[in-house]
């Protein structure tokens, strides 16, 4: 993790799912930005969701804590909440921490898209 690490995303859409592809480190520097952005796509664009992992090098306990709140929020709004292409990494992260169950991980967008 470096000072300069940055967060950046980017949103594909299709009839039914967003997908927003996250790149950089989701660290406590970066989750309100990353919860904000969550926030708003589930008010603005109510539908499923996929979070594309592939491009992120770090993910720390804060960073757990916003995909965890954001998760609750889009299933009660009832949508889908998936994660996918985690690198080894954040996959290790996610199954240290036992959130390999809790979270809808596929370990490709197309996958992810077909749920």
Request: charged share 25%; aromatic share 6%.
């Amino acid at each position: 993790m470096t000072e300069e690490a940055q967060l950046s995303h980017r949103i594909e859409e299709t009839p039914e799912v967003l997908v927003l592809c996250l790149k950089g480190e989701i660290d406590c520097t970066h989750s309100n930005e990353l919860s904000e952005l969550l926030s708003d796509l589930r008010q603005s664009a109510p539908k499923n969701l996929v979070v594309d992992l592939s491009e992120v090098e770090y993910i720390d306990s804060s960073g757990l804590g916003v995909l965890v709140s954001e998760r609750m929020r889009w299933v009660k709004q009832g949508q889908h909440f998936r994660l996918c292409h985690p690198n080894s990494a954040v996959q290790t992260v996610l199954q240290t921490s036992h959130l390999d169950h809790f979270f809808e991980i596929y370990p490709t967008r197309e996958a992810a898209l077909e749920g």
